[in-house]
């Protein structure tokens, strides 16, 4: 993904709000958080590494896992996330510790599975930045509906962690986070092959990514505007989250 950012989101004392925030600039914060999260995950698998490390050590791995737990935590906690904390306390490297959650377990296993999905074989030639930008030229939505799409992902990716966002699924992982918001909070939405054409996708494929993202979600797709204002200024803090891990301390490469 391009290394840069779409929007200067670190003044503390002028923090954006919903009501104030165009949709062109809620474009910009989604590609945002979707350039932290990718950066995240790859820190995480080390694919990130400027050295070329494609795979880590154990004990590297369940330090940089452990750092992204509480990642997924801070990130529940600010968004509104109702997943329940016990959920996440239970994951130790993607294994569970005990039966009392294998049913859980078995969930996760069917969900990974319809994740893959959202896989491409090779990276897309467009950037993430251009395809969000063709999808608002062709499909322009509310900023509430670029906000929750943010905050579905954040769901996904980082709390559940059902699927890591990298630039092999991020661009149909965010067609389908747009469109269920669409569909969720607009009166009057585009047309399916609209809508399908401006994602590059077939009407058919993006029917199965809907109903693939809203499995995965449990179609728990409900955002009020306290949580989108919510997450809406964690996006335009996130780049200060981002530099506590690249930090000595943190050891991003």
Not at 4 to 20: G, I
Not at 107 to 132: A, G, H, N, Q
Not at 141 to 161: D, E, F, G, M, P
Request: proline share 3%.
């Amino acid at each position: 993904m391009e290394n840069e950012w779409r929007c200067q989101l670190t003044d503390q004392n002028n923090l954006p709000q919903l009501d104030t925030v165009e949709p062109e600039q809620a474009l910009a914060y989604l590609h945002q958080s979707l350039y932290t999260i990718v950066r995240v995950s790859e820190w995480v698998s080390g694919s990130g590494n400027s050295e070329g490390e494609t795979t880590l050590n154990q004990d590297s791995y369940k330090e940089r896992f452990g750092a992204l737990h509480e990642l997924a935590k801070e990130v529940a906690s600010v968004i509104g996330e109702s997943v329940k904390m016990g959920e996440l306390d239970e994951l130790d490297g993607r294994q569970f510790k005990n039966d009392s959650v294998l049913g859980w377990k078995e969930d996760m296993d069917t969900k990974m599975m319809i994740s893959k999905r959202f896989w491409s074989k090779v990276v897309p030639e467009i950037t993430v930045w251009d395809y969000l930008q063709r999808i608002h030229k062709y499909c322009p939505n509310s900023t509430a509906v670029y906000i929750a799409s943010a905050a579905y992902i954040y769901r996904l990716c980082l709390i559940l962690q059902i699927i890591p966002l990298t630039t092999l699924c991020v661009h149909r992982l965010v067609l389908a986070a747009i469109r269920i918001a669409s569909k969720s909070l607009e009166d009057v939405t585009y047309l399916q092959k609209r809508f399908a054409t401006a994602g590059g996708v077939s009407p058919g494929d993006l029917y199965r990514l809907e109903i693939a993202f809203l499995f995965l979600l449990d179609f728990d797709i409900k955002v009020d505007n306290k949580v989108m204002d919510q997450c809406l200024i964690y996006i335009a803090q996130s780049s200060l989250v981002f530099q506590k891990l690249e930090t000595p301390e943190g050891q991003v490469a």
